[in-house]
C-alpha cells in the first residue's frame, strides 16, 4: 500500500468535471430560467409573442439537453471513463447558451427603449455571475457562457455607439469587466484547484489509514490466534491431546490459590498403566500408543465436574486434578476410573495381575496450607501410587 501525495492530473480533471455537472447544473438552469421569466415580461410588449415565445422555447430546450448531458454524465460516469468528451459537451452547451443570451440582447436592443436594453444586459450579467461560483472548478467553461454572452455584445455596443447614449460606455465596461473576470476566474479557479487536491488528499489518506488499520487489526487477530495456538501446543501432549506437564504444574498452582483463598479442598489421582513395559515389548510402541490414546478418553469419561483436569504427566503415567473434591469423592472418581479400563478390555497377555490392561492409582486431597506447592501434591500422590504397586496393581491408595 503506498500512499500518493499529489492527485493525478487524469483524476483531477475527472473531479472537476464532477464538481462542475454536480454543483453547476442546478445553478445554470435556475439562473437562465430567470432569466428567460424576466425578459419575457420585458419584451412582451415591444416584440411580437410568437417570436418571443419561440425564442423562449428554444432556451428551454437548450437547457434540456443540457441538463440531460450532465444528468447521464454522473450516472454513467462518463466523466472518469471519457473525460475529454464530458469536457467539450460542456464548453459546447456553454458556448451556446452565451450566444443565446447575445443574440437576444443584439436582436431586441433596437427594438426597446435604452432602460429595457440596460435591464436586460444586467440580467444577462447576473445570469452569467450567479453560477460562477459553481462552475469555476472548470474555468474555459464559465469563461465559455461568460463571454459569448458578454463580448458579442460588448463589441456590438462599441459598433452602435451612435444608436444609444451609453452605448459607448457600455462597450468600454463590459469588455473591461470580460477581461477583468479573466484574471479573476484564473485565482478562483486555481484556489477550487487546490481544495480539490487538498480534499482529494484527506480523503486518499483516510482511505490508507483505514485500510492499514483493518489490515493491523486483522494482523493482530493473526497474532492473537497464532499465539494461542502456540500455548495450546505447549500445554497439549501430542500424542493423547490431553495436558502436559506444563500444563499441570500451571493448574495444581492456580487451584493451590483458589484452594487457599476459599479454604476449599483439592485432589490430585495419580496413575500408572501396569506392566506396561511388557505389553510393548510383547505388541509393539504402535500398539502401546495406541492403549495410551485410548486410556486418555477413558480418563476423560471418568471425570464429570467442571474445571476437573486430565492430563499425561510423563511416560504411562497420568494425572488427575479435582478442584473441591475431598478424599470421598476423589475416591469415588478412581473407582469409576478404574472400572471404566476394566470395561475396555484392552488384551494384556503379559500382565500377571488380569489378561487385560489395568491401572494403579495413587490419591492425595488436602485442604492446601501456607507452604504446599504443586512438587508437594504430586510427590505424595507418587507415594500412594508406589503403595498401590506394592500391593499388587490394579489397586487405589489414598495417601
Not at 464530458?86 to 459546447?92: F, S
Not at 435591464?119 to 455571475?129: G, N, R, T
Amino acid at each position: 500500500m503506498i500512499y500518493q501525495r499529489h492527485i493525478p492530473n487524469e483524476e483531477l480533471f475527472a473531479s472537476q468535471l464532477e464538481m462542475v455537472m454536480q454543483n453547476g447544473r442546478i445553478a445554470s438552469i435556475v439562473a437562465n430560467l430567470f432569466g428567460v421569466a424576466v425578459a419575457l415580461v420585458l419584451f412582451w410588449q415591444f416584440v411580437p409573442l410568437t417570436w418571443l415565445l419561440l425564442w423562449a422555447s428554444c432556451v428551454l430546450i437548450l437547457l434540456l439537453v443540457r441538463s440531460l448531458f450532465m444528468s447521464n454524465a454522473l450516472v454513467e460516469r462518463h466523466y472518469q471513463r471519457n473525460p475529454a468528451r464530458v469536457y467539450w459537451g460542456l464548453l459546447l452547451g456553454a458556448t451556446l447558451t452565451g450566444l443565446v443570451w447575445a443574440s437576444a440582447f443584439i436582436l431586441m436592443a433596437p427594438r426597446v427603449p435604452d432602460g429595457l436594453q440596460q435591464v436586460f444586459l444586467l440580467v444577462i450579467f447576473m445570469i452569467s455571475l450567479l453560477s460562477v461560483g459553481a462552475t469555476l472548478a472548470l474555468r474555459e467553461y464559465f469563461l465559455a457562457q461568460f463571454y459569448a454572452a458578454l463580448w458579442p455584445i460588448g463589441w456590438w455596443c462599441l459598433v452602435h455607439y451612435w444608436e444609444g447614449p451609453f452605448n459607448l460606455l457600455i462597450g468600454f465596461v463590459t469588455l473591461a469587466i470580460c477581461a477583468l473576470m479573466l484574471v479573476v476566474s484564473h485565482r478562483v479557479h486555481s484556489s477550487i484547484r487546490n481544495l480539490i487536491a487538498v480534499n482529494w488528499q484527506r480523503e486518499t489518506m483516510s482511505r490508507e489509514l483505514a485500510d492499514l488499520t483493518n489490515s493491523l487489526r486483522d494482523r493482530n487477530r493473526q497474532l492473537r490466534d497464532a499465539r494461542r495456538q502456540l500455548t495450546d501446543l505447549a500445554n497439549v501432549d501430542e500424542l493423547t491431546g490431553l495436558g502436559n506437564r506444563r500444563l499441570v504444574n500451571r493448574v495444581l498452582q492456580e487451584e493451590i490459590n483458589r484452594a487457599r483463598r476459599n479454604g476449599g479442598t483439592l485432589a490430585v489421582i495419580l496413575l500408572d498403566v501396569d506392566y506396561f513395559k511388557p505389553y510393548n515389548d510383547t505388541y509393539g510402541h504402535i500398539a502401546g500408543d495406541k492403549v495410551l490414546q485410548q486410556l486418555a478418553d477413558v480418563m476423560q469419561r471418568a471425570v464429570t465436574r467442571a474445571g476437573e483436569v486430565v492430563a499425561r504427566y510423563g511416560g504411562e503415567e497420568f494425572i488427575l486434578i479435582l478442584p473441591g473434591a475431598n478424599e470421598e469423592v476423589a475416591r469415588r472418581t478412581a473407582e469409576r476410573l478404574r472400572q471404566l479400563v476394566v470395561e475396555e478390555h484392552i488384551p494384556h497377555g503379559e500382565s500377571p495381575v488380569a489378561p487385560y490392561i489395568t491401572v494403579s492409582q495413587g490419591l492425595v486431597a488436602v485442604a492446601p496450607g501456607g507452604e504446599l506447592i504443586p512438587g508437594d501434591l504430586v510427590r505424595l500422590a507418587d507415594q500412594a501410587l508406589y503403595r498401590a504397586k506394592d500391593e499388587g496393581r490394579n489397586a487405589i491408595v489414598v495417601g
